[in-house]
């Protein structure tokens, strides 16, 4: 468990220097905190962005490499974007940022995992 555990949270610390490298943002944020359990079916969203022109970039889950799950962008109107799943650490980049959105990572397995959710805040300059 303890290994387990210790493989996640390296594996979101990679995650944040490579991004941190590219990404050039401004607030990275933890929605689901490294170690969380997350039961068959269970998932973990985030606020919306936007508040004081602040937008979500990216979602990324961290956890096992043989854990399933995935990560998705929701609208105000509840409609999914850039879904993605996979087994292991998912990251996903929006191409476009500006539009309103919550982050959301989910369990898609029959197994229960601890795992985290991240992602990027951007400040944008407000219209």
């Given at each position: 468990?303890?290994?387990?555990?210790?493989?996640?949270?390296?594996?979101?610390?990679?995650?944040?220097?490579?991004?941190?490298?590219?990404?050039?943002?401004?607030?990275?944020?933890?929605?689901?905190?490294?170690?969380?359990?997350?039961?068959?079916?269970?998932?973990?969203?985030?606020?919306?962005?936007?508040?004081?022109?602040?937008?979500?970039?990216?979602?990324?889950?961290?956890?096992?490499?043989?854990?399933?799950?995935?990560?998705?962008?929701?609208?105000?109107?509840?409609?999914?974007?850039?879904?993605?799943?996979?087994?292991?650490?998912?990251?996903?980049?929006?191409?476009?940022?500006?539009w309103q959105k919550k982050l959301h990572c989910k369990n898609n397995s029959g197994?229960?995992?601890?795992?985290?959710?991240?992602?990027?805040?951007?400040?944008?300059?407000?219209?």
């Open positions: 468990m303890q290994r387990l555990l210790a493989a996640v949270t390296l594996v979101a610390a990679l995650a944040l220097g490579a991004v941190a490298v590219n990404a050039h943002a401004d607030t990275w944020r933890g929605y689901a905190g490294p170690g969380e359990w997350f039961s068959p079916g269970e998932g973990y969203g985030s606020t919306y962005d936007h508040q004081a022109c602040w937008f979500w970039i990216d979602n990324n889950f961290a956890k096992g490499p043989s854990a399933w799950g995935l990560v998705t962008f929701i609208n105000p109107s509840g409609g999914w974007s850039y879904t993605r799943q996979a087994y292991g650490n998912i990251f996903r980049v929006l191409p476009s940022h500006t197994a229960a995992y601890q795992a985290g959710c991240f992602a990027y805040l951007r400040q944008y300059p407000c219209a």
